[in-house]
């Protein structure tokens, strides 16, 4: 099992930030890319951005490429989404999820393990 703690959300102003964290513990040497995900109310989950933790590779959907940065710090298990220049469609509960592939997925059927979800509301 995996564990995912994610933190960060609040309440900001559109073109403000945000920095999401993920924490992650238990078999995290079964976990080979980590991805951020939302769900706006109403809506399907949708895919942010996803990273692979041995290199670092990333990929973005197009609606937040060049305004969010997904990084990780191995040493801390941890995985980040900092959100930049924020909209008010941006708002959502974010997830991290976890998952055994090398290849940075962009689907939730590729994901096995879920945080609970950290709410960011961007006002206009």
């Known amino acids: 099992q995996v564990q995912l703690v994610e933190s960060g959300g609040g309440l900001v102003q559109a073109g403000g930030s945000l920095r999401l964290s993920c924490a992650a513990s238990?078999?995290?040497?079964?976990?080979?890319?980590m991805g951020w995900f939302r769900q706006a109310p109403g809506k399907e989950r949708e895919f942010a951005a996803a990273?692979?933790?041995?290199?670092?590779?990333?990929t973005y959907t197009a609606s937040v490429k060049g305004r969010f940065t997904i990084s990780r710090d191995r040493s801390k298990n941890t995985v980040y989404l900092e959100m930049n220049t924020l909209k008010p469609e941006d708002t959502a509960v974010y997830y991290c999820?976890?998952?055994?592939?090398?290849?940075?997925?962009?689907?939730?059927?590729?994901?096995?393990?879920w945080g609970q979800g950290t709410q960011v509301t961007v006002s206009s």
């Open positions: 999820a976890a998952s055994p592939s090398v290849i940075p997925s962009g689907v939730a059927e590729g994901y096995d393990y």
């Open positions: 990273i692979v933790l041995n290199n670092g590779q990333t």
């Open positions: 238990g078999r995290t040497f079964a976990t080979y890319s």
